[in-house]
């Protein structure tokens, strides 16, 4: 049971977002980054001086991006936490659409670090064996 929290580290992973090509498919998490323009433009729909938007892709088309949004970045770096409101974003609002990769050698050094620290912590005896010492019983005498 001990290594439950260790595995499920390992499995989250490190992501970076990347700037995509086409539009994603539909269920895709994205992270689109808006225009000045449409930072003004939808400032009565997303709050004042947003800079870019998360969420889930709902659909796509020439015109209109529909996300189930799950967080709102202003240009300060506040974050506002939603809970999956549909906006409907103007293609001419959207500077670039960025989608999660992973990246496997931050995932891999982070994992690393993980079990190297375990390795040592295990190894010193702060945790396993006792403190690494090990008791012997006492002589018997015949």
């Not at 949004?69 to 959207?94: C, I």
Request: aromatic residues 4%; positive net charge.
């Amino acid at each position: 049971m001990r290594l439950v929290p260790l595995v499920a580290i390992l499995l989250c992973g490190c992501y970076v977002n990347v700037p995509l090509s086409t539009t994603p498919d539909p269920g895709s998490r994205v992270h689109v980054l808006l225009t000045d323009q449409g930072s003004v433009d939808l400032a009565q729909y997303l709050g004042r001086n947003i800079g870019s938007v998360d969420g889930r892709l709902l659909s796509g088309s020439d015109s209109t991006l529909t996300l189930s949004v799950a967080q709102v970045t202003s240009r300060s770096g506040d974050e506002n936490y939603w809970k999956g409101e549909t906006v409907n974003l103007p293609r001419h609002s959207v500077a670039t659409v960025q989608g999660r990769k992973l990246t496997f050698w931050r995932s891999g050094l982070v994992g690393s670090a993980l079990v190297g620290g375990l390795a040592i912590i295990v190894g010193s005896g702060i945790i396993g064996n006792s403190g690494g010492r090990t008791t012997t019983p006492p002589p018997t005498t015949k």
